[in-house]
């Protein structure tokens, strides 16, 4: 994942370029690429069974506190 982000594929469900998944046993891992930043950030893990929220403004939530966290946390 690291050495290639976008190796993992679009999440169907919000189709955004940016936001993409990873199947590990049972559970998707959900991650946001921040290309401008050189980062990637984990988003959520769902068990395969799980349906996703309806709509990915959880997710964008969380990645705007992430960005805040580091932010503070750089302070």
């Not at 990873?22 to 921040?34: E, W």
């Amino acid at each position: 994942m690291i050495e290639q982000p976008e190796s993992g594929r679009i999440v169907p469900e919000y189709n955004e370029p940016n936001l993409r998944e990873l199947i590990f046993a049972n559970y998707r891992v959900i991650y946001r690429i921040r290309i401008d930043e050189n980062t990637i950030y984990i988003q959520t893990v769902w068990h395969v069974r799980q349906d996703p929220p309806k709509s990915n403004a959880g997710l964008r939530l969380q990645a705007a506190q992430a960005d805040e966290f580091a932010f503070e946390a750089l302070r």
